[in-house]
């Protein structure tokens, strides 16, 4: 069975602290998102990678950094958390970069910021 | 840019049928849909590719217009399990990024 997990499905931290977020893949695929989810505005894209040590912006990367030094770990990087990044985290990943594959999700984090 | 999807939200009655639309202001390389209960994960509906195909699964089948970037869901005799939120992700040519929809809420009554 495929998995996706996340490393904490809840979390509370204070303005101004580091929040670091993992993401594990059992899958063995190459790509591995992150997403935002608010109400009413769906999910936004923060940042993905196609290949270790590689990532690309999405949509709203702004105070937000990622890390993938294996291939079957993303990490979500708050390097200064701000209230307004109270929402909830999804992690998914892919086969391969292509729009052939879908993406598997995990549980999501919900993150938030006091 | 995010796709536009419409209804936002819509409620059936059990059997009833129901469109949910999503349409992009980029040409579209492929068409993901989605659906999330409550509390969960979003799931893998299908895909559509580049190619202007249909596609089914069970009672919920989807299309995809390229030339008019568009695509819609279709949910023919609706079940109660069949209600939650429904996203479209879309992948535009040779960007690898998906965009998601903001969402329709689709809640199904016995």
């Known amino acids: 069975d495929v998995k996706v997990t996340q490393s904490s499905r809840y979390l509370v931290k204070r303005t101004g602290e580091k929040v670091f977020l993992e993401c594990v893949q059992d899958m063995d695929h190459e790509n591995m998102f992150w997403y935002r989810q608010d109400p009413g505005l769906g999910l936004r894209l923060i940042y993905f990678s196609y290949d270790v040590k590689m990532k690309e912006k999405g949509d709203i990367p702004e105070g937000y950094s990622v890390s993938r030094e294996k291939k079957e770990r993303f990490s979500l990087i708050l390097e200064s958390a701000s209230t307004n990044q109270t929402s909830m985290y999804l992690c998914?990943?892919?086969?391969?970069?292509?729009?052939?594959?879908?993406?598997?999700f995990g549980p999501g984090t919900r993150l938030t910021v006091l | 840019q995010q796709p536009v999807q419409s209804p936002q939200a819509v409620i059936l009655r059990e059997g009833e049928d129901a469109v949910i639309n999503c349409s992009s202001s980029k040409a579209l390389y492929s068409v993901h849909w989605y659906r999330q209960k409550h509390g969960e994960a979003p799931v893998f509906l299908m895909i559509l590719l580049k190619g202007g195909e249909q596609k089914g699964h069970d009672k919920i089948s989807a299309s995809f217009n390229e030339k008019k970037q568009q695509s819609s869901l279709y949910l023919t005799a609706s079940q109660l399990s069949y209600s939650g939120t429904y996203f479209c992700g879309t992948e535009t040519s040779g960007t690898y990024k998906y965009i998601f929809g903001t969402g329709t809420r689709l809640k199904v009554l016995a």
């Open positions: 998914a990943s892919s086969q391969t970069a292509s729009g052939s594959n879908e993406q598997f």
